[in-house]
């Protein structure tokens, strides 16, 4: 056997940090080489963080990181490690993404990446150039700060390979893994046996499975040692990186990181078998066949052995992927995030205005696992842990450690229920029992004389006019009014509670707002512009109402937080309107669409790229259990209101992405904000469809409910639907 412990890592890297991020860097090759690992690869762009976005474009972000590499270069940190350290840099001119490999206090190679992400929330064309020197090495003239330390004027930057002793190895970065072509498959063919990918790849539900397969792929069809790399944390905007630092061989998982923890480095090492690699590829005459004319990837020669000697090393075993739950990643995945923007942002806490319902409840249960995840570290002795937590608590001298979760949230996690005159003693049950099983500060209180007031300033500057609710008589101008200002009262309320809560227990520092809209709402428009939903952060911003359903009946279950389950068991509903024997106010009839149609709307509008009248060609075989008529009316119902309320996407809050549905104007969902509603091109073309169809079913003769095998309707005649 010729074995070679390897190391990968998760980094809670933060955007411009270079200070803390190189802190990172630095205690995870301390781990790595403690472990006995030869090489070690980090994170994409770790030295300033992935999320600088045009920060890239100043010069100061590239100054810095050649600054924070010659201080790492004049340590003994690459003494006997090949370290994989990934930031931006300037060649000739253009700004590429690279990684630059390291040994011995000397730069090896500068490998930039190829294939640039730049879909989603991804943007790197806007400050990168992809590499289109393919399987060329060209001189990089080192800044005068990196050739004092290294005593090297040039080194190679290009796609090449490093060839060792005993070895060889290279890199791929991020997005290069998900492309038709990805370079690992060059890189196997030629004979390259380690090959390493650092990533920025944020967490997304269900997204950990691709990933897997992905890597899975990349190592079992053609042989190899693929090593993954990821950030972990909240780095400065709306994604959640969720490492989960991965080593394959030969297709076989033999080492995973965390997905989600509040450990700032997570060093993932394995032993792994070259003759192993050998064996399996050899063992394959088509893959031979194949390797015989691949195009040859320059080597790089390094005088240095990654191989151990030591004959009682023993290699990695093999191990099944670890996947959580979509509850269990809605729990923790913003939990984390929360926890990173709470003591980034050196912020004492987080205020939540409650209402007893699904959404404002599920945010509240994502706050009490932060808790309880603090908590945990705090009394393991997680340095930075406790130091955070002593810090927001008020305690940065003292040596206080949470007993539980709990007992953290009484300290730094404030809840408010604002009733009115329409909220039910059901709803503010519900809010009492889930605060308190949770531990946060509660308060309960009316909010009925504020709006009161605005009724007598408007009566003050107009007319003894009042204006009334639907159920007494109102118009539909007045009964939006009257709801909208309950809504946006407890906003204001919010914000002020959350900057005076504090004061009042003598404690300096503010609190942090959260909002509680989900992903479904916002695509429709179903919240008051400038209410509740606008706050600081959302946790749930991008997680449909299904999914939120599963997510509080597994917290009530794994957290016993019993209270959630009847707060599942409710009917939604806004408590904006009176409450009469007649009349109660349901979310899903308010929006004449159910939250199911609602989610499924948003995946044809977003990830299948459907506009009204290509929706309507999918929904009408989908739904086959309605007319095409009907069909037809909800899909102009959606569009009518989506674009009526598309300019509330615009202010709307920070929200943690976890959907690729996400409607977020301001990164991810870039569309428009100003519609014809109308829609007059587009939906006459549906009522066309609509009537050809009705043609088609009269001509074959079926009910106008009838459907067949999979949907599809016959064509009638010689002249089918089209």
């Known amino acids: 056997m010729r074995l070679v412990t390897l190391a990968t890592c998760n980094l809670n890297q933060w955007a411009l940090d270079f200070e803390g991020n190189l802190e990172r860097i630095s205690e995870s090759i301390k781990q790595a080489k403690a472990k006995g690992a030869t090489y070690r690869i980090g994170p994409e762009l770790e030295v300033c963080g992935y999320s600088c976005e045009d920060h890239f474009l100043e010069q100061d972000t590239f100054l810095h990181c050649w600054e924070a590499l010659a201080q790492l270069l004049k340590t003994d940190l690459t003494d006997g490690i090949i370290c994989d350290i990934g930031l931006p840099v300037l060649h000739k001119n253009v700004r590429y993404n690279c990684r630059v490999l390291c040994l011995n206090r000397r730069i090896l190679l500068i490998r930039p990446k190829l294939f640039l992400a730049d879909d989603g929330n991804y943007r790197e064309p806007r400050w990168f150039t992809g590499w289109q020197r393919r399987y060329e090495v060209e001189d990089f003239y080192l800044p005068r700060m990196i050739a004092e330390v290294t005593g090297q004027r040039k080194v190679p930057i290009g796609e090449a390979a490093l060839s060792t002793r005993d070895t060889s190895l290279s890199v791929e970065t991020c997005e290069e893994l998900f492309t038709p072509q990805s370079p690992h498959i060059n890189l196997g063919l030629d004979g390259i046996e380690i090959i390493g990918n650092s990533s920025g790849s944020h967490h997304q539900l269900k997204k950990l499975h691709k990933r897997v397969d992905l890597m899975h792929s990349a190592s079992a069809k053609s042989g190899g040692v693929y090593l993954y790399a990821n950030q972990k944390g909240c780095d400065g905007n709306r994604l959640y990186f969720d490492g989960c630092a991965m080593i394959f061989v030969n297709g076989d998982l033999v080492a995973q990181g965390s997905q989600f923890s509040l450990k700032d480095v997570e060093v993932v090492t394995a032993t792994v078998d070259l003759e192993a690699v050998r064996s399996y590829r050899a063992a394959t005459p088509s893959r031979g066949i194949q390797a015989a004319e691949c195009k040859a990837v320059r080597r790089i020669e390094v005088d240095f052995e990654l191989t151990t000697k030591d004959v009682l090393a023993v290699p990695s075993r093999t191990i099944e992927p670890r996947y959580l739950k979509v509850e269990e990643e809605i729990g923790y995945g913003p ?50 842990v406790l130091k955070d937590v002593r810090r927001i608590v008020g305690r940065a001298d003292s040596d206080y450690v949470p007993e539980n979760g709990a007992d953290l949230a009484e ?110 709402e916002a695509i429709r428009g179903y919240f008051t512009k400038y209410d509740c939903s606008s706050a600081d952060v959302n946790p749930i911003g991008g997680v449909s109402k299904t999914d939120l359903k599963k997510f509080l009946l597994w917290a009530a279950e794994a957290k016993g937080w019993t209270a959630l389950t009847d707060v599942v068991l409710a009917p939604p509903t806004a408590e904006l309107e009176p409450i009469t024997e007649t009349y109660t106010q349901l979310d899903e009839v308010d929006m004449g669409m159910t939250y199911s149609e609602l989610e499924r709307y948003g995946h044809l509008r977003k990830i299948d790229r459907c506009g009204p009248v290509s929706m309507f060609e999918r929904l009408v075989h989908e739904w086959s259990h309605l007319t095409a008529e009907e069909v037809a009316e909800k899909v102009k119902k959606f569009f009518f209101y989506y674009s009526i309320n598309r300019h509330k996407m615009t202010t709307l809050t920070p929200a943690y992405h976890a959907e690729n549905y996400s409607p977020d104007d301001n990164r991810f969902d870039l569309r428009q904000f100003l519609y014809n509603a109308k829609w007059t091109w587009q939906f006459r073309k549906i009522d066309e469809l609509v009537q050809q169809i009705n043609a088609a079913k009269k001509g074959s003769r079926l009910p106008d409910d009838a459907s067949t095998h999979g949907g599809q309707l016959p064509s009638a005649g010689p002249d089918p639907v089209k």
């Open 335 to 384: 939990a984390c995030w929360l926890w990173d923007y709470l003591r980034r942002s050196n912020q004492c806490g987080y205020f939540l205005p409650i209402s007893g319902g699904a959404d404002s409840s599920a945010t509240c249960a994502i706050v009490g696992i932060m808790c309880q995840l603090a908590a945990d570290e705090a009394q393991a002795g997680n340095p930075q």
């Open 411 to 520: 300290k730094i996690f404030y809840t408010c229920y604002m009733g009115t005159t329409n909220s039910s003693a059901d709803t503010r049950k519900r809010a009492a029992d889930l605060t308190s099983q949770i531990g946060s500060s509660h308060l309960s209180l009316s909010i009925d004389e504020i709006i009161n007031s605005f009724f007598t300033v408007f009566q003050q500057v107009t007319t003894t006019k009042k204006p009334q609710f639907k159920v007494h008589g109102g118009t539909q101008q007045e009964n939006l009014a009257l709801q909208n200002i309950q809504a946006r009262s407890r906003m204001v309320l919010s914000y002020f509670l959350s900057q005076l809560l504090l004061w009042n227990r003598g404690k300096p520092g503010s609190l942090l707002v959260l909002g509680s809209a989900n992903v479904d």
